[in-house]
């Protein structure tokens, strides 16, 4: 047979021994001044690509780089609402606009879709699975079926899910059963309007349902991922983008962008362990001292510099990846189990007293209130 695209990508090794402790990077393809910007960010576990290009990208990357990427690529089909007929977006063969790789027609669409992923680099297939609503079991149950016609070593099983799930004890008890016996890696990416983990009840739920299988990455998040990890998550992908962190329920638009510009910087704050937009971390500060940071983007120099424009927000990107790289190099050279979960648990209970301080500091009682999710992964009850 001739040789096809992405035929130079040796896979000796099963997927989940090739993604083990790993936290990606998770981004939009865009490419600027001809590189990707997640090129700039420095060292990192690797990359998933998200949007137009995603695949030729992938392929490039693998075929550029001196060493081999770990490269997944994301198929963005949440605008959609998984069914019991339809849990997948497969339109054709030729839905990604690449045309056929094959000398043959593929009978099998889902079969096809990963093929042409890891044929064009990616390390991995993730199903294109659509938008799956809170407790819509028979969703679930179809794309499970599915995908045990696949190859467990080379396909992640995608599962975006609606926040809800994680606030049913039955529907949580429903996923684990369910999941427990699919061989492949199950990628969950939460979605919600706003963050997945603001309502009462959604961090444990998704810590039970990553402690309750084996194999199991979060997907498409913030510094959820970390807790993940920490709580015994195969790996994880951290958004660059904000569009990024979660998934975004079909109508709803994904995150509201203010009318009057075209760019929002959103900034991860080191202490206090959580992202702002720009104009709200110099509002809040008021006439205190700027806060400074030493990660290798900003080198000491103030986190108050950052505007919304499209320059700004790319180096705001680094500095957010760069922030988040030392926490997760931390728990990935600590003993899996209580010890890990113990390095993220002082991180987290560090950012909280970083918050109380500063509201000493200004003044005021309710700046920089500490998020729900961030109380409970320092030790908090959910």
């Known amino acids: 047979m001739t040789q096809q695209p992405g ?11 090739l993604l083990k402790d790993k936290i990606l990077v998770h981004t939009r393809t865009g490419i600027r001044y001809g590189k990707s910007p997640v090129l700039a ?8 690509l998200c949007g137009a290009g995603a695949l030729t990208t992938a392929d490039a990357l693998h075929r550029q780089a001196v ?5 997944l690529v994301d198929p963005n089909c949440y605008d959609q609402l998984a069914t019991a007929d339809a849990p997948f977006h497969l339109p054709g063969a030729h839905h990604h606009g690449q045309g056929s790789l094959f000398e043959d027609d593929e ?4 079969g096809f879709d990963q093929t042409v992923q890891l044929r064009r680099g ?7 699975t659509r938008y799956i609503p809170g407790g819509d079991r028979r969703a679930v149950r179809a794309a499970v079926r599915a995908v045990l016609d696949l190859d467990a070593e080379q396909t992640i099983l995608t599962l975006p899910l609606d926040h809800r799930w994680l606030r049913s004890s039955d529907d949580l008890d429903f996923l684990v059963t369910t999941l427990a016996d699919v061989p492949h890696i199950k990628g969950i990416a939460l979605g919600a309007a706003a963050n997945p983990l603001a309502t009462k009840g959604t961090v444990a739920g998704l810590r039970r349902l990553i402690t309750g299988l084996d194999r ?10 970390l807790d993940a990890y920490a709580h015994g998550a195969l790996f994880a992908s951290i958004g660059m983008q904000t569009s990024m962190r979660h998934v975004s329920p079909p109508g709803t638009g994904g995150p509201p962008r203010p009318t009057d510009r075209n760019v929002t910087t959103v900034v991860l704050h080191p202490q206090l362990m959580d992202y702002f937009t720009c104009d709200v971390l110099k509002d809040r500060y008021g006439n205190l001292p700027a806060p400074l940071c030493h990660c ?77 999710w961030l109380k409970t992964w320092a030790g908090e009850p959910d």
């Open 41 to 48: 960010a420095g060292e990192h576990d690797g990359i998933i």
């Open 7 to 17: 035929d130079h990508l040796p896979r000796t090794r099963p997927a989940w021994e």
């Open 107 to 110: 009978p099998d669409p889902l």
């Open 67 to 71: 060493e081999p990427w770990t490269v």
């Open 122 to 128: 990616a390390t991995a297939g993730l199903t294109p």
């Open 216 to 225: 199991v990455a979060l997907l498409r998040t913030d510094l959820a991922g």
């Open 296 to 372: 290798g983007v900003c080198c000491g120099r103030s986190l108050l510099r950052f505007d919304h424009d499209r320059t700004d927000q790319e180096e705001a990107n680094r500095h957010n990846i760069a922030t988040w790289l030392p926490w997760a190099d931390d728990l990935q050279r600590t003993t899996a189990g209580a010890e890990r979960v113990e390095v993220w648990r002082r991180l987290c209970r560090d950012a909280v007293m970083a918050r109380q301080e500063l509201r000493h500091e200004l003044g005021d009682p309710s700046a920089f209130e500490t998020p729900r």
